[in-house]
């Protein structure tokens, strides 16, 4: 261990020393950005950057399980980057695939997918179907990976899903016009019955949702970190908590 590695290890435990356990989140949601930033800064490949950002997941998982976070929203792939070219976009699926495989088969997390299913290759589904089903009475941290996945078109899906549902009921367009509310829409969303993102982290210096769970996130804290997601340390995740328990949320009031 050189000197560098010392001075961080000991100013990562001085931060966690002093974090109340009390104010931890309970949900945050992580946009992971610039893994491929990340990896032209190294000279490496888009390829060698997705598999460095997909290395980190585990570590973020464990610092989550250790500060008793209790709902993990991980966002792999946005809609938009289905539109990647094949040569990026198909190992970059390949790297989400193994990391979900891997999340199953740990045995600490409950897998749920969030995300439109039917916008994603077979195989991708197939792999997330069976860590669904794997890990469904797994009682430790809920991850909810986030592939295919875009605000908009959860929102959107989420009417479409309400409007099917009352028809099957035989509930008239206007009659579901008279009662439905937010709870409503809520309860068709691909989070339903969990409990809101409590802090929203994005790596990379970026500073926008870029369509992050855009119903989820009305009263969300947010948490904006310089680091590319491959560089995200410990401590940039015991300060991110920290920042969050100095916050007032006021909720609108």
């Not at 399980?65 to 966002?75: H, K, M, R, S």
């Not at 970059?92 to 990391?99: D, F, M, S, T």
Request: with cysteine; glycine share 10%.
């Amino acid at each position: 261990m050189n000197l560098r590695d010392l001075v961080y290890g000991l100013y990562a435990r001085r931060v966690e020393g002093r974090l109340d356990h009390d104010q931890v989140p309970k949900h945050i949601g992580v946009i992971l950005d610039g893994n491929r930033r990340w990896a032209k800064a190294s000279g490496g490949s888009p390829e060698q950057g997705h598999q460095a950002g997909a290395s980190k997941i585990h570590e973020l998982l464990g610092w989550c399980a250790e500060t008793d976070v209790e709902v993990v929203t991980l966002w792999m792939l946005s809609t938009d980057n289905l539109d990647r070219p094949d040569n990026e976009l198909v190992p970059l699926l390949g790297i989400i695939e193994g990391v979900v495989r891997d999340l199953a088969a740990d045995g600490r997390w409950r897998v749920h997918h969030v995300g439109n299913m039917d916008l994603l290759p077979g195989r991708t589904q197939s792999v997330l179907k069976e860590a669904e089903q794997a890990t469904h009475d797994v009682g430790g941290i809920l991850v909810n990976v986030a592939v295919g996945y875009g605000g908009r078109q959860e929102i959107a899906d989420a009417v479409r899903s309400l409007i099917l549902d009352a028809a099957s009921k035989g509930t008239s367009f206007e009659e579901l016009a008279e009662i439905v509310d937010v709870d409503h829409i809520s309860e068709h969303l691909y989070t339903r019955g969990q409990p809101d993102p409590d802090l929203v982290i994005r790596t990379s210096g970026e500073q926008r949702l870029s369509g992050f769970m855009l119903w989820q996130s009305a009263h969300s804290e947010y948490y904006f970190c310089e680091v590319f997601w491959p560089a995200f340390r410990k401590v940039d995740f015991l300060r991110a908590l920290r920042d969050y328990a100095a916050r007032h949320r006021r909720y609108g009031t």
